[in-house]
């Protein structure tokens, strides 16, 4: 009965932790928006503070919703003593090097920091019209129903082109990545040893391939065709004070 109850629990908690109040949008760069790209500036939004990390166990979701504010908690807790480094300020310089690459845009040298969720209203320095802004909307660590020894390590993620002069949303993309089950799944202390390296390889993994496919469904290639910029001497977007 109990491990018919902690399934439930597992089913019902993870769907609020692993998904929350996510929108999946996606809207790629129309080719008649590139040729005001280009020579214009960029530059990417930061969050200083991290999003809540979801540390999901079994024997916390017997207590139900409870425990899931108990692991939201202990989440924060690991990420804060183990230094895990939430990928979405790397994944917006990336992809503001990436309109430098192709479209021939400038970007900027510093981060604007931000603390919600709406830019819309945000002030650039006149070199930046425009505003990449990447933010994690879920992460964390979850076990699996049927197995409550081993878990999957999560993260979603949504990015946004913005014209701060025409306050207008140019591009939109989101990437989520949520792992079955193999035979390689990690044990809880396999996951935390060495200071969490396991949590944070997955981490550095779903940087790289959500910023791949962000890339690819924001800034699609047919569009890159209507323009020939691509600078060879780009100035390269880095995080503020390095």
């Not at 949303?169 to 390296?197: H, I, N, V, W």
Request: some cysteine.
């Amino acid at each position: 009965m109990l491990r018919i109850f902690r399934t439930l629990c597992a089913l019902t908690i993870a769907t609020v932790l692993t998904t929350g109040c996510i929108t999946a949008n996606k809207q790629a760069l129309a080719p008649n928006n590139v040729a005001a790209l280009k020579e214009q500036g960029v530059v990417a939004t930061s969050r200083e503070k991290k999003p809540d990390f979801a540390a999901m166990t079994a024997g916390r979701a017997t207590f139900g919703l409870i425990g899931a504010f108990v692991m939201i908690s202990e989440g924060n807790t690991l990420v804060a003593e183990n230094g895990i480094t939430d990928p979405a300020n790397e994944i917006a310089i990336s992809l503001v090097n990436n309109l430098s690459n192709r479209y021939g845009t400038k970007s900027a040298v510093a981060t604007i920091p931000v603390t919600g969720d709406d830019i819309s209203n945000l002030s650039v320095a006149p070199a930046a019209r425009y505003i990449v802004d990447v933010q994690t909307i879920n992460w964390g660590f979850a076990y699996f129903p049927t197995n409550w020894t081993h878990y999957r390590i999560h993260y979603a993620v949504k990015a946004k082109l913005f014209d701060a002069q025409t306050k207008t949303l140019l591009a939109e993309g989101f990437c989520r990545r949520f792992p079955e089950e193999t035979p390689t799944s990690p044990g809880y202390d396999q996951m935390l040893a060495d200071k969490a390296a396991m949590i944070k390889a997955a981490m550095a993994q779903w940087r790289d391939e959500c910023t791949a496919e962000l890339q690819k469904d924001m800034f699609p290639t047919e569009a890159t065709a209507t323009t020939n910029a691509t600078p060879a001497n780009a100035t390269v977007v880095s995080k503020a004070g390095t």
